[in-house]
């Protein structure tokens, strides 16, 4: 039996590549519903093509508000039948009535040691900060940004000499794991 489920990805969507991983290899019992993007152009709805995964991607630029964006994005969501929806690399803020609707049943995965460094720009912020550890956090989505309930963690130390692009490089495999187990 597998457990349907929608992703939401802006980017290159390495993390929807660990999700497709883990199915295939038949340690993750889910069906990919849908993947959704708000940039058409977004690598992850061209990964999720070639695996057979049925797309979507809307601009947000046509809508007259974020909620009316959100509204007809999780529609798209619900036709799917998804049960849960991962947001792997989804770089917009949610409206407040569509979390809710959504509660309990939407994850994401956030590259910081929740409750700090909420938003963008985590692992120039850690560095700035001289903090000795960083992480990921998989946490259930609620109407404050990156505030939700932490579902789990994964932690690496800060290396003498660490750069953004070197932490976020050491990071990313530790994420893919993370989200998997979540």
Known sequence: MSFPVAVLASGRGSNLAALIDARDAGTLPITLTLVASDKADAPALRNAEAQGIPT?????????????????????????????????????????????????????????????????????????????????????????????PVIAQARIDIHPGDNEDALAARLLSREHRLLVAC
């Open 56 to 148: 979507f991607a809307l601009d947000p630029k046509t809508f007259a508000s974020r909620r009316e964006f959100d509204e007809a994005l999780f529609a798209n969501v619900a036709a799917s039948g998804a049960r849960l929806v991962v947001l792997a690399g989804y770089m917009r803020i949610l409206d407040a009535a569509v979390t809710a609707q959504w509660q309990g049943r939407m994850i994401n995965i956030h590259p910081s040691l929740l409750p700090k460094y909420r938003g963008l720009h985590t692992h120039r912020r850690v560095l700035k900060a001289g903090d000795l550890e960083h992480g990921a956090s998989v946490h259930f989505v609620s109407a404050e940004l990156d505030g939700g």
